[in-house]
């Protein structure tokens, strides 16, 4: 059976069904400065320690080969097809241009 609210909670809950704006921070004010009381968590168990790897780390598939032409962990090279890029923004800018211009 679940127990009653505890007396900050009860003012909380009456000034919501009230809609009585004043009572509501009032309510608030109370229950921050009388927290109720919370259960008390169960102590979790201590994880397994974390063993380390006796192999050394695997090379590099040959397809990764960016990080061998300096570029940082998770950089990506530059795309040879920048020229689309430009092409596609020079469309944009003349259609922008057409429509504004009428």
Not at 46 to 75: C, F, H, W
């Amino acid at each position: 059976m679940a127990k009653p609210p505890e007396p900050p909670l009860q003012a909380l809950i009456a000034a919501l069904q009230q809609r009585q704006p004043t009572s509501i921070i009032k309510a608030l004010i109370d229950l921050g400065t009388n927290p109720p009381a919370t259960p008390a968590r169960p102590a979790r168990g201590k994880p397994p320690p974390v063993q380390a790897r006796a192999d050394a780390p695997a090379a590099l598939p040959p397809e990764l080969g960016a990080l061998r032409d300096g570029l940082s962990p998770g950089e990506v090279p530059a795309s040879r097809a920048a020229i689309w890029d430009w092409a596609l923004v020079a469309l944009l800018g003349y259609l922008a241009y057409r429509l504004l211009a009428g």
